[in-house]
């Protein structure tokens, strides 16, 4: 597994799966018809913030993590970050793998806390 920069075209491999997960309604707070434009712009950050992919040796996208500022102001230094996990390939690490990037990304940014949100993964 290689975690890497989400690109435009990651989306039509990551739609799917986020669909699936916002629509069952059991974890993010994203509208449960939420439209598949407004979640790309939702999801696919521009810098300072960061999306990233977990593919496997063929491109296949496992999951992917999107990461930034948690607050403005006194909260600046608190980091936050969402995962999703296509679940055709949970139980194989992405989710932890992908947490694990995120931390390290937290750390190098110099955030001195993180608040997570997830779903779909284990």
């Known amino acids: ?3 890497r920069e989400a ?3 990651d989306w039509s491999a990551i739609w799917p799966f986020f669909h699936a997960i916002v629509a069952a309604g ?4 994203y509208p449960l018809d939420l439209g598949e434009d407004q979640g790309r712009d939702w999801w696919l950050l521009p810098s300072p913030g960061r999306t990233v992919v977990a593919v496997d040796d063929q491109g296949t996208v496992l999951g992917t993590a999107k990461m930034n500022r ?3 102001g006194n909260g600046s230094h608190i980091a936050s ?4 996990v296509d679940p055709a390939h949970g139980g194989r690490g992405v989710g932890r793998a992908l ?5 390290q990304w937290a750390r190098a940014a110099g955030y001195r806390a993180m608040q997570f949100n997830g779903a779909g993964w284990s």
Do not use: K, P, V
């Open 81 to 84: 970050a969402s995962y999703m």
């Open 1 to 3: 597994m290689f975690i």
């Open 26 to 29: 059991e974890t993010f707070t």
């Open 70 to 72: 948690n607050h403005m």
């Open 99 to 103: 947490c694990e990037h995120t931390l």
């Open 7 to 9: 690109r435009a075209d």
